[in-house]
T-cell receptor, first 111, second 115 residues
Framework: AQRVTQPEKLLSVFKGAPVELKCNYS??????LFWYVQYSRQRLQLLLR??SRESIKGFTADLNKGETSFHLKKPFAQEEDSAMYYC?????????????FGTGTRLTIIP | DTGVSQDPRHKITKRGQNVTFRCDPI?????LYWYRQTLGQGPEFLTY????????KSRLLSDRFSAERPKGSFSTLEIQRTEQGDSAMYLC?????????????FGQGTRLTVV
């Protein structure tokens, strides 16, 4: 069975400082990894996915299969980054649909 | 708002009562999902539909829970004989069929409180 671990429930970072939200997973196959974000009073929305290798709102995440990690990083935090962040995994084979989420990290950017 | 729509947004019910929630997915999305989220936890998968077929159910979905998607469009989630432990946010999501479309879009959820 797959599992996603986000070790930090809360993370506070000063504006302009680097941000790293940790995500580790356990799954023996080839997973698809995602970061979802939930801003205050808004719905859960996709931030980025590992297969796209894209940078969204300055955030990047690299899948490290050796360390089974998918940490989310941003070099310079902005106040609007304050939100709840969830790492999620989907087994990477056709027909699999279930997303397994971590427990989330609440990021607070201190002005 | 043309995203995933859920109704009602909030529901308070007495223990033992039945409740039903509705989800309207994004138009033409053939895949629909239900998740449950309790305080301090991430969303947990409950069930998945492809068109009208329910293809996967979590063990979290006890006999008191039933989900339908009769015409492959909107879906309903019914909880019978509600218990206090059913109090949670119930999230619906949908996804399209296009190749390379890997994103699931979530609704704003229905918050259930069982008193």
């Amino acid at each position: 069975a797959q599992r996603v671990t986000q070790p930090e429930k809360l993370l506070s970072v000063f504006k302009g400082a680097p941000v790293e939200l940790k995500c580790n997973y356990s799954y023996s196959g080839s997973p698809e990894l995602f970061w979802y974000v939930q801003y205050s009073r808004q719905r859960l929305q996709l931030l980025l996915r590992h297969i796209s290798r894209e940078s969204i709102k300055g955030f990047t995440a690299d899948l490290n299969k050796g360390e089974t990690s998918f940490h989310l990083k941003k070099p310079f935090a902005q106040e609007e980054d304050s939100a709840m962040y969830y790492c999620a995994l989907r087994r990477g084979w056709f027909g699999n649909e279930k997303l397994t989420f971590g427990t989330g990290t609440r990021l607070t950017i201190i002005p | 708002d043309t995203g995933v729509s859920q109704d009602p947004r909030h529901k308070i019910t007495k223990r033992g009562q039945n409740v039903t929630f509705r989800c309207d997915p994004i138009s033409e999305h053939n895949r629909l999902y239900w998740y449950r989220q309790t305080l301090g936890q991430g969303p947990e998968f409950l069930t998945y539909f492809q068109n009208e077929a329910q293809l996967e159910k979590s063990r979290l979905l006890s006999d008191r829970f039933s989900a339908e998607r009769p015409k492959g469009s909107f879906s309903t989630l019914e909880i019978q004989r509600t218990e206090q432990g059913d109090s949670a946010m119930y999230l619906c999501a949908s996804r399209g069929l296009k190749a390379g479309n890997t994103e699931a879009f979530f609704g704003q959820g229905t918050r259930l409180t069982v008193v």
